[in-house]
């Protein structure tokens, strides 16, 4: 199977490394173009895909069609590309915010089997979340073909595309508000007289194993709060000055805030 990326930004990059690193394709199974050779050429060069000079290349040698470029841009490139999406040989995969599977089909053809996604980066290290939503066209063999590609990579969750904008805050932006936790961990273990990298690694690797204790656990995440918290204990008195300080308050404020301006756009 050859899957071809027409877009190697930040996203794109983190779904060919983790790819290559978490299933059985090889470089030669990866084709790759985007405007800017200074970021495609030396990818391609770093990991050893296969670099097309055109977008029309990568879609007419590709069974599989990855839209990774920015939402500017995706109309005149699948215009560019439409007559090479063969809707009995090929399937189209979007990474684009914002574009929806109806505006796709218009753009690309109304019977090319569509799959609509949104990684997030972690995927880059196998452990990625990502939401998809399928078109009519994409089913059986094929539709698990292609969500499968992103189980490999981490973890899928099929959504309607209107909650698209809700995941992207709890998935696509929150790693940036987890390493700000973790860093306001670190700091304040530097205040009291660790060293940031020993701070770092110890807040890094407790966030890492409550996320696992969350999925593999039973209890809803309230109650694995109580199993830490002992009564008249320092987690309980630690628990309260956060949530006087508006913890949740501020969780809540900042996932609200990255789901205006993404409805915004």
């Known amino acids: ?15 060919i490394t983790g790819l290559l690193k978490q299933t059985k394709l090889t470089p030669s199974d990866i084709l790759i173009h985007s405007a800017h050779a200074s970021t495609y050429e030396p990818f391609a060069n770093k990991t050893g ?3 097309k000079a055109t977008n029309a290349e990568v879609a007419q040698d590709s069974d599989v069609v990855v839209l990774a470029v920015t939402p500017n841009v995706a109309t005149p490139v699948l215009q560019e590309i439409r ?28 019977d090319l089997p569509i799959l609509r996604t949104l990684p997030n980066l ?3 290290i196998g452990a990625g979340m990502t939401a998809v939503h399928a078109n009519e ?3 059986g063999e094929a539709k698990q073909q292609a969500v499968g590609l992103f189980d490999q990579i981490g973890s899928t969750v099929t959504l309607p595309e209107a909650d698209f904008s809700t ?6 932006s929150s790693p940036a508000y987890v390493y700000f936790f973790i860093d306001s961990l670190s700091r304040a273990g530097v205040k009291h007289g660790l060293t940031k990298a020993a701070a770092t690694k110890i807040a890094a690797q407790a966030v890492m194993g409550s996320a696992e204790m969350v999925l593999k656990s039973d209890e809803n ?3 694995l709060i109580d199993q830490v918290s002992s009564p008249g204990g320092s987690t309980v008195a630690g628990l309260l000055a956060m949530e006087e300080a508006g913890f949740m308050t501020s969780v809540v404020k900042g996932i609200d805030a990255t789901i205006d301006r993404d409805n915004a756009e």
């Open 49 to 51: 895909v296969t670099a």
């Open 83 to 110: 007559d090479q999406l063969d809707a009995k040989r090929k399937i189209l995969i979007s990474i684009v915010a914002g574009l929806s599977l109806k505006r796709l089909e218009e753009l690309a053809g109304y």
């Open 137 to 139: 066209h994409l089913t």
């Open 1 to 15: 199977m050859k899957i071809g990326f027409i877009g190697v930004g930040g996203m794109a990059q983190a779904i």
């Open 122 to 124: 972690n995927v880059a």
């Open 167 to 172: 995941f992207s805050a709890l998935a696509g």
């Open 221 to 223: 995440p309230f109650g």
